[in-house]
């Protein structure tokens, strides 16, 4: 886990962890560069309480797979 997933399953009660890592597990990144995807949770990101109106918006982030570092897109995993 990231440092800021570390911090907020530290200060915040369980139930409102595993809600905010299962909203955050309907996401994934997508890198920009050769398309590899991997789970936001994995990635160290959190989403929650955030409206599907907002469906994909960018990022960056280190690529496990290219291992470049560079644009990501942040899309639902689950259609
Ligand atoms: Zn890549």
Redesign the pocket.
């Known amino acids: 886990m990231k440092l800021l997933q570390r911090t907020i399953t530290a200060i915040l009660p369980a139930p409102m962890v595993e809600r905010m890592r299962s909203e955050t597990n309907r996401w994934q990144v997508r890198?920009?560069?050769?398309?590899?995807t991997q789970p936001l949770w994995e990635a160290g990101g959190i989403r929650y309480k955030k409206t599907a109106t907002a469906s994909v918006s960018a990022t960056i982030m280190a690529?496990?797979?290219?291992?470049?570092l560079?644009d990501a897109v942040v899309e639902r995993s689950d259609g």
């Open positions: 890198c920009g560069a050769c398309g590899a690529c496990p797979n290219c291992g470049c560079r």
